[in-house]
Nanobody, 124 residues
Framework: QVQLVESGGGSVQAGESLRLSCSVS???????MGWFRQAPGKEREGVAS????????TYGVPVKGRFTISQDNAKSTVYLQMNSLELEDTAMYYC??????????????????WGQGTQVTVSS
């Protein structure tokens, strides 16, 4: 069983930055990590994904060029650096882990394990 714990969320003004962290209890049989977000009344959206060996990253169109996903295997932690935050980035952010090869890297269906989420609120 993989446990994921997110941290780093908060309230910021537009244009500012935040870094989210996801602590992973075990990476056995995990081939990909992802960050997702869900705003009230909207579907869960894939934000960024990274292969467990760090060799490939994928980003959602709304965040490309502003967000960066990375990982520190020694610390079993995955990060999401969010720069130039916009009002539309306000959402609950979730970390997820996948051992599957089905579905695309930003599809929530691919991911079996999920954290509890951390709230990000961007104001003007």
């Amino acid at each position: 069983q993989v446990q994921l714990v997110e941290s780093g969320g908060g309230s910021v003004q537009a244009g500012e930055s935040l870094r989210l962290s996801c602590s992973v209890s075990s990476v056995t049989d995990i081939n990909r990590m992802g960050w997702f977000r869900q705003a009230p009344g909207k579907e869960r959206e894939g934000v960024a994904s990274i292969r467990s060996d760090g060799s490939g990253t994928t980003y959602g169109v709304p965040v490309k060029g502003r967000f960066t996903i990375s990982q520190d295997n020694a610390k079993s932690t995955v990060y999401l650096q969010m720069n130039s935050l916009e009002l539309e980035d306000t959402a609950m952010y979730y970390c997820a882990a996948s051992g599957s090869f089905y579905w695309g890297p930003l599809s929530p269906r691919r991911y079996k394990y999920w954290g509890q989420g951390t709230q990000v609120t961007v104001s003007s």
